[in-house]
Nanobody
Framework: VQLQASGGGLVQPGDSLRLSCAAS????????MGWFRQAPGKERVFVAY????????YYTRSVKGRFTISRDNANDTVYLEMKVLNPEDTAVYYC??????????????????WGQGTLVTVSS
């Protein structure tokens, strides 16, 4: 699986942004997909995931109610809709494929195929 994240940019506090992640490879449609982010000088942290069918979504507390993860299996794409952005959301955002299910989804070792990420900067 290869993942190409896009849609990042510079926005102001309170703005919205939608990230996209185009996947190649047959494994996409049967895989749980997720988003992580890495702020400058900090470790990568879990943001959200969505099950292969789209029936289950899960968000870290800091983005719940503001971010929405979705997927289009017909087009092998996963999205992250972000609203009411604040400067703490500034980070490189990575879409990932879950490859292990023996631990917490917050652990990076559960995920693979990180790709190059897309930078989101929230600043006035």
């Amino acid at each position: 699986v290869q993942l190409q994240a896009s849609g990042g940019g510079l926005v102001q506090p309170g703005d919205s942004l939608r990230l996209s992640c185009a996947a190649s490879g047959r494994a996409f449609r049967s895989s749980t997909m997720g988003w992580f982010r890495q702020a400058p000088g900090k470790e990568r942290v879990f943001v959200a995931y969505i099950s292969s069918t789209g029936e289950t979504e899960y968000y870290t507390r800091s983005v719940k109610g503001r971010f929405t993860i979705s997927r289009d299996n017909a087009n092998d794409t996963v999205y992250l809709e972000m609203k009411v952005l604040n400067p703490e959301d500034t980070a490189v955002y990575y879409c990932v494929v879950r490859v292990l299910y023996d631990g917490s989804p917050y652990n990076t070792n559960q995920w693979s195929y990180w790709g190059q990420g897309t930078l989101v900067t929230v600043s006035s």
